[in-house]
T-cell receptor, first 111, second 113 residues
Framework: NAGVTQTPKFRVLKTGQSMTLLCAQDMNHEYMYWYRQDPGMGLRLIHYSVGEGTTAKGEVPDGYNVSRLKKQNFLLGLESAAPSQTSVYFC??????????FGPGTRLTVT | RKEVEQDPGPFNVPEGATVAFNCTYSNSASQSFFWYRQDCRKEPKLLMSVYSSGNEDGRFTAQLNRASQYISLLIRDSKLSDSATYLCVVNRAGRGSQGNLIFGKGTKLSVKP
C-alpha cells in the first residue's frame, strides 16, 4: 500500500516549457487535490477533483490544467512554465470530504 | 480576519517542556478542524482531528472553542522528535467547496536538548 505517490520528485524547467506532474493513489479515494507551497504563503489549492472525470478550480488555478481520467490518477499540467510557478507541489487525496493524505511532493524550479 | 491565522513562531523549547499553539479561524460555518504536522522538506501529515469536546492522543491535546473561533494544540513533555511545523487546518464551508481545506501558514517548533 503506497498511499499517495508523485512523479517526478524534482524538475527544472526553462520558461515557456511544458510539463505534467502525475499523482497516483491506491486508497480508492474519491477526492484528489493539487496544492502549491511557497515560503511564507502556506499551502494553496490549485485544482481539485471530487471524482473520476470531474475537476474544479481552487484558489490559484491560473497557468495550470488538470485531468482525472482514472479514479486513481490526478494529473497537473503546466502549459507554459513561468518563474512564478517555482514551488513545491503536493498532491493529496481523501475518502471523506475532510481528512486529506499527502504525497511526498514535487520540487519544481522554473528558470 | 484571515481565514486561518497562526502564530508563526518559532517556538524554541527545551526537552520536557509543555508548549501550546493557538489558531483562529474566520468562518463560523466551518465544521471540521485538524492539526497537521510537517517536517522540513516533507509532506504534511495528519496529527489529529479536533472535536468540540476536546480530544487527547498521548502527549497531545486539542481543544476547540466555537464561540471564539479558536483552536489550540497542547504538547506535553516535548521530545526532540516533536520539532516540526504544526499546521492548523479548517474546512472551507459553503457551496462549491466540497472537501476543501484551508491551511494555516504553520507554527514552527524547535525542541532543544
Amino acid at each position: 500500500n503506497a498511499g499517495v505517490t508523485q512523479t517526478p520528485k524534482f524538475r527544472v524547467l526553462k520558461t515557456g516549457q511544458s510539463m505534467t506532474l502525475l499523482c497516483a493513489q491506491d486508497m480508492n479515494h474519491e477526492y484528489m487535490y493539487w496544492y502549491r507551497q511557497d515560503p511564507g504563503m502556506g499551502l494553496r489549492l490549485i485544482h481539485y477533483s471530487v471524482g473520476e472525470g470531474t475537476t474544479a478550480k481552487g484558489e490559484v488555478p491560473d497557468g495550470y490544467n488538470v485531468s482525472r481520467l482514472k479514479k486513481q490518477n490526478f494529473l497537473l499540467g503546466l502549459e507554459s512554465a513561468a518563474p512564478s510557478q517555482t514551488s513545491v507541489y503536493f498532491c493529496a487525496s481523501s475518502y471523506s470530504i475532510y481528512e486529506q493524505y499527502f504525497g511526498p511532493g514535487t520540487r519544481l524550479t522554473v528558470t | 480576519r484571515k481565514e486561518v491565522e497562526q502564530d508563526p513562531g518559532p517556538f524554541n523549547v527545551p526537552e520536557g517542556a509543555t508548549v501550546a499553539f493557538n489558531c483562529t479561524y474566520s468562518n463560523s460555518a466551518s465544521q471540521s478542524f485538524f492539526w497537521y504536522r510537517q517536517d522540513c522538506r516533507k509532506e504534511p501529515k495528519l496529527l489529529m482531528s479536533v472535536y468540540s469536546s476536546g480530544n487527547e492522543d498521548g502527549r497531545f491535546t486539542a481543544q476547540l472553542n466555537r464561540a471564539s473561533q479558536y483552536i489550540s494544540l497542547l504538547i506535553r513533555d516535548s521530545k526532540l522528535s516533536d520539532s516540526a511545523t504544526y499546521l492548523c487546518v479548517v474546512n472551507r464551508a459553503g457551496r462549491g467547496s466540497q472537501g476543501n481545506l484551508i491551511f494555516g501558514k504553520g507554527t514552527k517548533l524547535s525542541v532543544k536538548p
